[in-house]
């Protein structure tokens, strides 16, 4: 049984900083990829960021130059300094790994930015 426990949500001001953690734990084979994803009531799913086993980033174009994606992969660990943080990244951030067998999610931190 693979988990994925986040923390780090919680309320800050618009302009403000939060930084989220997950944590993998459980049979895990080769990891590929860690990342975060986000979503809103109503829409689908998006990818936030997303780190590969190699250290090779991708971002979503709404967060460039404003969160930075982190992992340890001796801890099993993928961090999100979110900066700089927006009313519009208000919702629920899902930790996501890949590894070579099939894919996990955390239950989700909820992330709220007051204007």
């Known amino acids: 049984q693979v988990q994925l426990v986040e923390s780090g949500g919680g309320f800050v001001q618009a302009g403000g900083s939060l930084r989220l953690s997950c944590v993998a734990s459980?049979?895990?084979?080769?990891?590929?990829?860690m990342g975060w994803y986000r979503q809103a009531p109503g829409k689908q799913r998006e990818l936030v960021a997303r780190?590969?086993?190699?250290?090779?980033?991708v971002y979503a174009d709404s967060v460039k130059g404003r969160f930075t994606i982190s992992r340890d992969n001796a801890k099993r660990t993928v961090h999100l300094q979110m900066n700089s943080l927006k009313p519009e990244d208000t919702t629920v951030y899902y930790c996501?790994?890949?590894?070579?067998?099939?894919?996990?999610w955390g239950r989700g931190t909820q992330v709220t930015v007051s204007s």
């Open positions: 996501n790994l890949i590894d070579v067998t099939s894919q996990y």
């Open positions: 459980g049979r895990i084979f080769s990891i590929n990829s």
């Open positions: 780190i590969t086993s190699g250290g090779i980033t």
